[in-house]
């Protein structure tokens, strides 16, 4: 508030509400209601003025965006602006009403009234929390006595596509077959795996009761062909040859 230059001195008033200074031609005012301040500019010791202005309180209007919350990963939560505002401005520089938090952290609206006058709120994401893991396996084939599904450990709910609710699935025939994991979070994750059938696995591949002559050599050889052989020895190949007894595995 500006009082003409020129005066001797300038006496504000009230003088104990929310001024800056109660002299000088220039104040700062901040009242909390609607308030009348006065100013007396002395001429010289006889003569005065004096000039009043009333200050009109005009409040902003409450606005909320909501309360902190988190989502689960590849989620989000849509913050919506009021309506009745002027115009908006979020954190970023949009000027849209409404906006979409995909990451943590803070967000916040201003808004514009009619009068004016600004209003606030902020928002936190709290957090996003990650999908339960699940890897059931490459589709393909399954071995008989390796028929089982794994959907993890430790979390809230499992599903299996035929409802069953434990933690693992045997398959005895081929099929789609699929689990949903509810984490603690409440966050789900599904995976899906396709069985072509389930086969036995290799046996009776190996000649038993091969005999080495002292200071000599045997051959221990499997029969039929598979994809990869690992002995007892180290070897990779389909057969070896052993200068001593013992017992070997294939």
């Known amino acids: 508030m500006t009082a003409a230059p020129g005066f001797k001195s300038y006496t504000w008033s009230p003088d104990d509400y929310h001024t800056s200074s109660v002299s000088g031609n220039r104040i700062k005012v901040w009242p909390a209601t609607d308030t009348t301040y006065t100013v007396v500019a002395t001429i010289n010791d006889y003569c005065t003025v004096t000039d009043s202005t009333r200050v009109t309180l005009q409040k902003a209007s409450p606005i909320n965006i909501g309360n902190d919350t988190a989502f689960c990963a590849g989620g989000s939560v849509k913050l919506h602006a009021p309506p009745g505002f002027a115009g908006y401005l979020w954190q970023d520089g949009s000027r849209g009403e409404s906006y979409l938090a995909t990451q943590r952290g803070m967000y916040w609206l201003s808004a514009l009234n009619a009068n004016g006058c600004y209003s606030k709120d902020t928002i936190r994401v709290t957090d996003v929390y990650p999908l339960p893991a699940i890897n059931l396996g490459r589709d393909g084939t399954l ?6 599904l794994h959907a993890g450990s430790g979390q809230k709910n499992y599903t299996w596509q035929d409802g069953s609710t434990d933690s693992v699935f045997r398959v005895n025939e081929a099929g789609t077959y699929s689990v949903a994991v509810i984490s603690g979070q409440s966050c789900v994750n599904v995976n899906t795996i396709h069985i072509t059938g389930i086969v036995a696995s290799p046996s009776g ?3 038993q009761g091969v005999s080495v002559c002292e200071n000599g050599t045997a051959q221990l050889t499997t029969t039929g062909s ?9 070897e990779s190949t389909s057969s070896i040859t052993i200068k001593q007894p013992g017992q070997y595995w294939l």
């Open 143 to 148: 071995c008989l006595n390796n028929n089982i």
């Open 205 to 207: 591949f190996l000649v």
């Open 226 to 234: 598979w994809v990869s052989y690992l002995w007892s020895t180290g």
